[in-house]
């Protein structure tokens, strides 16, 4: 493996590797495709989609806090949503929130992240998870991490794949390659590269096939590594980042952000960082069969709702009353409006107090085209 | 023609027809179909559906007010309307309204009409209206009916037919029979009869055959002629009428009202009177050819509005913002919330501060169901 950059070979040896594992939990997407359920004021993971009485947020926390400690999880978060991640994770500490004063995308979160917890603790390993995914199943869940955590000790960038239950086209997926021989790591696979969300047929292909994974965005890397690879491609971005996470706990820390954190170039870490170590063969994978989801539209939400109950229409508001016949489709009630389905099947129906919803499973993709169409339009008051 | 009970035969000679005639407009049904726009407090006939804004109410008045003066229309509504009624038609004077304490469906109303217009001008010929109905050419509407009232005049219970321009499966027909030869009525047929609402098939054949008009619920008749028809049929209701119309000017009307009233038997004019004179052969019917519509349910709503635009989707409501791409349907908006749409065709929104109804054209007409289903609920705050 290349060694340019930061050095990483020979760290790891002085602790167990799943001791110098911390968190990170990067919540900034609003998920608009949920909107009007998810907006600027309420993203994603601050609902409750799965009806367990907690936020997603939280349930990342809860799922998380047994693996690394709850004094180990960061949160790299919006200003805007400070309050409510506090809120909803009292425990967690000053020192693990990352604020953002405006979103830079997945690279400069985590990377940010991953500069601070090195100067803080050289040698780190970081699993980054996101805040809005649901995870049915916490304990196999656990058990890939520690074997993604053993690859990352040994210098890979590990992520974890999710053993497809049907051809989603809604996921990317990943291609898995040959085993790799790694203490710890029993199942771990080299991962020849990702491929994004493909079509049907492609996606049924996959399936078969038996060596694709879906995508689930979850990187655990020595934090050390995560910035190597990242100053490969992203030099600039890398630079911004170690200038801000040297100032990060000194009393310079606002007036470099205010300067530095504008610049930063916004790219999602799948292309900075993932793809690129999957091409120089340092890309690893452990393949996993716990239940999954992004919930990443309205048609996802609905069936996570369902629970596989194909003949229901799923209805989530705590104070939701429909009457209906339907026997598909989602409800989303936020306002206890008494709300009327007549003969419509597969259908979304979103109540929130200053916007209403009306499409079908099939079109839930399209949620985000009416989003960017209100931000065009100027109405951005209801997004 | 049958002489018993009221005698109507050399009636009519003293003063021209239509200086006899008196308009009755029934404004009592709330049109569930429309449900939730229309409902209890907010009847139908309230509304403005066609976007002229005026309500439906007030069009009929001024619909009828060239025919037969604005002082000689009688109102029959519920006591819960009369504020209403009363803000849509200042005009309107006391003697003209009759409040029903709860509806007694039109027999009744129109019944009561036409017995305390009998003993106030012997000989008067009343027409009834609805309230809620739409015309698109009040001149030709005058025209039939000054046919009609010549009908009326001779002792016949006339109505006015409404040339179908499609296989309407909404509404109902009636069977056109020969030419009647009366002055002052030259393109009156006699009716053999009504039939109810026919299949897409029967109704298809109906158009061709060039018989059948659609039933707009219209009749002209002479108070006594109606009377007398009433109690072949309804002996004890005609009784009761007559009861309270013999009180109606005097002090003893509400004692009258509250014993005599709600023992009323409810059943509609086209069962009591309609039929059973197409049976005895004196129902007369004027083909009329001006637009009319009866906005039953939201699916007639949506054409009215889309006004023959077919590749429109119909928006009502003053303050209605609507993000869409669905080419067909109706949005109703009574909130002023956002409403976004998207992939959904021949969609029915109706957005209203405490109900929201979503459905489809095609099932419109199921809409009443969902009423009759929160009725049986005991959830009438929405009704």
Redesign the interface.
Known sequence: MAQNGYSWSGRGTETEAVDRFYSVIPAGGIGSRLW?LSRANAPKFLHDLTGSGQTLLRATWDRLAPISGGDRIMVVTGRAHRAAVEAQLPELADENVVLESEGKDSSAAIGLAAAILERRQPGVIIGSFAADHVIGDNRRFRQAVVEAIALADEGYVATIGIQPTEPAIGFGYIDCGDRIEIEGAPSALRANGFVEKPDLDTARAYVESGTYLWNAGMFIVRADRLLEQLGKTQPELLAGLLELAEAWDTPDRGVVVDRVWPRLTKIAIDYSVAEPSAREGVLAVIPADFPWDDVGDFASLAKLQAGGRKSDLAILGENARV?SDSSSGIVVSETG????????EN?V?V?T????????A??AQ??K??VD??KVSG?TE?L
Chains 1, 2 share one sequence.
């Open positions: 009007p009457l409006r008494l709300i009327s389905l007549i003969g419509v259908i129906v109540d107090p200053d916007a209403l919803l009306v499409t079908t099939e079109h399209r949620v085209s009416v169409a209100l109405r209801v």
